[in-house]
């Protein structure tokens, strides 16, 4: 008896997803195609546009990788090298704001970064080809150079100061007095 109580329970376990992948119903014939079929909604879609769900399905010619874009020289427009682009700076509402370029320096020692607004960035891609041919800005590395430096982001840290070892309970923190009419802490035992 127990034999098949578990038999039939794992056959009702194993069928169950079948059950769920079955239509409840058949399809309607008026119901448009795209409720019907989304995966054939979004193939059908040009390249660059959204599809339903707002997903991006290709890259436009206009459109480009981050990582192609990090690492890329960036020339000014004596067509010599100025620097690197180092970072991207993203706002909340999804545009690109800003390449972070380091300028000056040797071999990354001593240089600066300097945010550029991406729209100053003239980006030309290879022919047929994804990779960036170049990126010329309108600004002279003397200009660059001169620009305010670029600071991230970083939040509030919390500072510590001290030793690092944690006080007694009812011990002042180091560097600070007991607080007046009271006894240091002594250690329980």
């Known amino acids: 008896m127990k034999l098949t109580l578990t038999a039939a329970a794992l056959a009702t376990v194993l069928a169950a997803p079948a059950f769920a ?22 193939q059908a ?8 769900g707002g997903f991006l399905q290709a890259q436009t010619a206009q459109e480009w ?20 682009i180092n970072d991207v700076i993203v706002g909340s509402d999804g545009n690109v704001r800003a390449a972070v370029i380091g300028v000056g320096g040797f071999l ?7 945010a550029v607004p991406f729209s100053d960035l003239n980006v030309t891609r290879r022919d047929n080809s994804d990779a960036i041919d170049r990126i010329n800005v309108s600004y002279t590395k003397e200009q660059l150079e001169q620009a305010p ?30 607080p007046s009419g009271t006894a240091p802490a002594t250690p329980a035992r």
């Open 65 to 84: 990788r981050g990582s192609n874009l990090i690492g890329a020289s960036v020339y000014g427009p004596d067509n010599n090298s100025i620097g690197s």
């Open 45 to 52: 879609m040009p390249a660059g546009q959204t599809a339903a």
């Open 149 to 178: 430096s670029f600071a991230y982001y970083e939040g509030s840290r919390a500072t510590t100061t001290g030793s690092g070892a944690t006080p007694a309970p009812g011990a002042a923190p180091a560097g600070t007095a007991a």
């Open 21 to 42: 992948q079955a239509p409840a119903t058949a399809p309607n014939a008026n119901a448009p195609a795209a409720a019907t079929a989304p995966a054939a909604n979004m």
């Open 108 to 114: 990354g020692i001593g240089q600066k970064d300097v």
